[in-house]
Every structure is written in C-alpha cells, then in structure tokens.
Antibody, heavy 122, light 112 residues
Framework: QVQLVQSGVEVKKPGASVKVSCKTSGYTFTSYAISWVRQAPGQGLEWMGWISAYNGNTKYVQKLQGRVTMTTDTATRTAYMELRSLRSDDTAVYYC???????????????WGQGTPVIVSS | QSVVTQPPSASGTPGQRVTISCSGSSSNIGSNTVTWYQQLPGTAPKLLIYSNNQRPSGVPDRFSGSKSGTSASLAISGLQSEDEADYYCAAWDDSLNGPLGVFGTGTKVTVL
C-alpha cells in the first residue's frame, strides 16, 4: 500500500534552516508529484508548493519564494522540503502529500505523510 | 490570507443534515474542480470529495459535494458523532504566478 513516512520533530532557532524528509513506498515514485502543505498551530491548511518526482520541476507559493527548496532522491524514493531563514511564524506541522499525477492538476491528495512538527523558537 | 472562505463553524444533532459553504472566485473555484478534506484532531487531512462531487472508495455516501459558479458546498446527511472534525475545501488557483493550490479557511463541525 502507498505510504509516506516523514522525519521527526524539529526545533530550530530563528534564522536557521530545516530540512524535512518524506520517504515513500508502495508505488512508482517517478510517476507522481509530491506537494507540501503546512498548518500553523490552531490554523488552517496552507499549500506550499510541489515537485515532480519525474523531472524535478517545482512550483512554490509566492510568499515562500527564495526561502523554500523542494527536492527528490529517486534512489531512496524520498522527497525533501528545506525552509531557510526560519521565523517564528514558520512554526507549524509540515505535511507531504502525493499528487494524483506526475504534474499536479489540483490539490487532490489521497495519500499524506503523518506530519512533521517544526518549532521555531529562540 | 486565504482567498477561499468558509464559515468558521457549523453544528447539528445526530441524524441531522449539515451543509458547509466554500466561496471563492473566478480564478479558483470558478474555473477548477473542488476538493474537500476532513481533518480529525492531531491527524493528517483525509480526502473526502474530489472533482466537485466524487467520493473516494471507503467514504460513506452521507458525504456529498456540489459546485455552482464560484461557490461549492459539502453536505453531511445523517450526522454522526465521528463526523466532528475540521473540514477544508481546496482548489487550483490560476494566478499570475501559475496554478497554485489554495485551501479554504476551514469549518469546524460540532455534533451537539
């Protein structure tokens, strides 16, 4: 069955970087894109962007442009999301989710990781 | 700031029908399909409805979706205690920066 397993809790200081991993199994990795979604404490869902596991093409939400990088490692079937210059308002649970195709056609995700809490605090 | 808005809360007694609205614009709901998610506390969202009104395998037919113009709705009929959760709509937004995903502001459903 399709599984996405994310890395554990991260505690970072303001200005630092964090890299969250999302290890997949149960499907052909390069046939789908991976999206990243975050959720601040007590807040709603925020779509961050996606990466095609086929060719590495990416699309990021404008507010994170320049601070976020999404990558994949096809050998280990793992997707990564790196966020730099962390601020307190980046404190959130970060989710990876598998898109329904290699090029996303909408935020339609049947398979999600369990979420990775990222805490940014001095 | 989300461009897709939902009422912050909705409630009903067991067995009742509850409807949640999702209001967007011509660049998102007006020109793309709508997806609905259910999120129980402390868990990842679960896909509930896709392509406006389609249910994935395993989702009870008590859940139904519809879309008209720049708005969409999720209906829960025969409300049950386990339906108490947060619900989010989502759609593609054909912005100047290219198609981007947008989520609604979310609605907390309480079973009285």
């Amino acid at each position: 069955q399709v599984q996405l397993v994310q890395s554990g809790v991260e505690v970072k200081k303001p200005g630092a970087s964090v890299k969250v991993s999302c290890k997949t199994s149960g499907y052909t990795f390069t046939s789908y894109a991976i999206s990243w979604v975050r959720q601040a404490p007590g807040q709603g869902l925020e779509w961050m962007g996606w990466i095609s596991a086929y060719n590495g093409n990416t699309k990021y939400v404008q507010k994170l442009q320049g601070r976020v990088t999404m990558t994949t490692d096809t050998a280990t079937r793992t997707a990564y999301m790196e966020l730099r210059s962390l601020r307190s308002d980046d404190t959130a649970v970060y989710y990876c989710a598998r898109d329904k195709s290699v090029v996303p056609s909408g935020p339609e995700f049947q398979h999600w990781g369990q979420g990775t809490p990222v805490i940014v605090s001095s | 700031q989300s461009v897709v808005t939902q009422p912050p809360s909705a409630s009903g007694t067991p067995g009742q029908r509850v409807t949640i609205s999702c209001s967007g614009s011509s660049s998102n709901i007006g020109s793309n399909t709508v997806t609905w998610y259910q999120q129980l506390p402390g868990t990842a969202p679960k896909l509930l409805i896709y392509s406006n009104n389609q249910r994935p395998s395993g989702v009870p037919d008590r859940f139904s979706g519809s879309k008209s113009g720049t708005s969409a709705s999720l209906a829960i009929s025969g409300l049950q205690s386990e339906d108490e959760a947060d619900y989010y709509c989502a759609a593609w937004d054909d912005s100047l920066n290219g198609p981007l995903g947008v989520f609604g502001t979310g609605t907390k459903v309480t079973v009285l």
